[in-house]
């Protein structure tokens, strides 16, 4: 539960190499959970430690995949000092920023809950005497006692499944779930659901540490052998994919019959390019479809109503067994219905500018592939006079693209914003959120 500060000696070039590699793992551990979530923890973590294998971070792979404390050579202990050391060094990195320190306070419980899965019965008691949890397991004749109960909670076997005694106010989630058999206010916790009884500890654990966290990294502020590590380890984290979880989950219900005003309001120019092209043309080319189908899935696109649109859209142009045989198999692709089920992502920024664009295509970032003709053209169709469509096309031909997005974002909304997108979600959420707050602000008025 990382309770204790790692002490000893170690070089600088070793202290940054064990934190880039902790960094890869929980970046691993946030895709896994964005593409899996479906699955189950042991499913996730058998996935991590696959792809860990795969990367030749055979360190993590096997320390996560550890059944216990029973071994003690060398290189156990070598490996769990870098795991040590390498946890209290991304804390201080991440100490002074919100959306860091969140982003790595949620892989952390995430790794920690997965790691956890790995232990066995000897193991988890271990856990408890190391961390000093006075839980013990209940016997077997009383296993006897209330065996049909046990059997009732749990869709296992559990002849060979040991169960602990504890209080029931430490596990409402299981409670919750109803996953556990209760009686006499005491809950009887199946082995395999003990980490629900750790989590709030580790949890309240990684919290309170990050004031320390902070006065250790602020302790050495002008060390700059230091301030280069955390600096170099903070801009490698990137938190895209959660500023897009954490702003859908606040996201209503987006239903078609939107999509031509959202287009118009809330859609950064690459999306409004590709939904203005498909209403004309009905049809885009493959680019075009994977990028803004997983756009519209990102913002709350149902495959049903995905499916619904796209057919909608090709069927003006071509029959309905064409469309069926040549696009449907790709939509519900993207949704991991079909393939390999993957819970495909929405294209970031950086991803979108790296698009190959042929003369046929309208995908890509416009401020970097369109020609400043078209691009004026797109621009006056939006709507902007001739010195807003110089301001953005001076920052394209510069090559400033991510800049030119944002000043197309802050003359559509009548704003100053400073923080330069990197997500076309994100940019319609904020989008919404805006045009949400604008209208609050016009209810309050009267």
């Known amino acids: ?55 030749e971070l055979h360190e993590f792979a096997n320390l996560i995949n550890s059944s216990g404390c029973k071994s003690h050579t060398d290189l156990n202990i070598h490996v769990r000092r870098r795991d040590h050391i390498s946890h209290f060094v991304l804390k201080s990195t991440v100490a002074f920023n919100v959306l860091k320190k969140r982003w790595f306070f949620k892989q952390e419980m995430r790794l920690f809950k997965w790691r956890f899965t790995s232990l066995d019965n000897e193991g988890i008691k271990q856990f408890m005497r190391i961390n000093n949890f006075d839980f013990e397991p209940i016997s077997q004749s009383e296993k006897e006692n209330i065996k049909e109960y046990l059997q009732t909670s749990s869709n296992k076997d559990i002849d060979d499944m040991q169960f602990y005694r504890i209080p029931f106010s430490h596990v409402p989630s299981l409670i919750k779930k109803r996953k556990v058999f209760i009686m006499n206010g005491e809950a009887f916790v199946p082995e395999e659901e003990m980490v629900f009884l750790f989590i709030p500890y580790f949890r309240n654990i990684l919290i309170s540490s990050f004031e320390n966290a902070r006065e250790a990294r602020a302790n050495i502020y002008n060390d700059e052998r230091f301030t280069n590590i955390f600096a170099s380890l903070e801009n490698s984290i990137h938190i895209e994919n959660t500023i897009l979880v954490q702003k859908q989950e606040v996201q209503q219900y987006v239903s078609l019959n939107q999509l031509d005003k959202l287009s118009e309001t809330s859609y950064p120019l690459c999306m409004r390019v590709l939904h203005k092209a498909l209403r004309k043309n009905h049809h885009l ?36 067994a064409t ?9 519900r692709f993207a949704f991991g219905w079909e393939g390999s089920r993957r819970d495909y992502q929405p294209f970031t920024c950086l991803k979108i500018m790296e698009s190959i664009v042929g003369p046929r295509d309208y995908h890509g970032c416009p401020f970097k592939h369109m020609p400043l003709g078209i691009l004026e053209d797109e621009l006056t169709d939006c709507g902007f006079n001739a010195l807003e469509r110089s301001a953005i096309t001076n920052l394209s031909r510069d090559g400033q693209y991510s800049a030119a997005c944002n000043k197309y974002y802050e003359i559509k909304h009548n704003c ?15 989008s919404v959120n805006r045009y949400h707050d604008l209208d609050l602000e016009t209810e309050n008025a009267y």
Request: aromatic share 12%.
């Open 323 to 331: 469309f069926n045989k040549e696009h449907s198999y790709q939509i």
């Open 416 to 430: 100053f914003n400073d923080t330069v997108f990197k997500h076309p979600n994100v940019y319609f959420n904020e």
């Open 285 to 320: 080319t493959h680019g075009g479809r994977v990028q803004y189908g997983l756009f519209l899935k990102g913002i709350g696109i149902s495959l049903p109503d995905a499916m619904a649109f796209w057919k909608n859209e090709f069927t003006q142009v071509m029959d309905e």
């Open 1 to 55: 539960m990382y309770q204790n500060f790692p002490f000893g000696e170690i070089t600088l070039d070793a202290l940054k190499e064990i934190s880039e590699t902790r960094l890869k793992v929980l970046t691993l551990v946030e895709r896994i959970h964005l593409q899996k979530m479906i699955l189950s923890v042991s499913q996730r973590k058998a996935a991590l430690i696959k792809e860990l294998q795969q990367k």
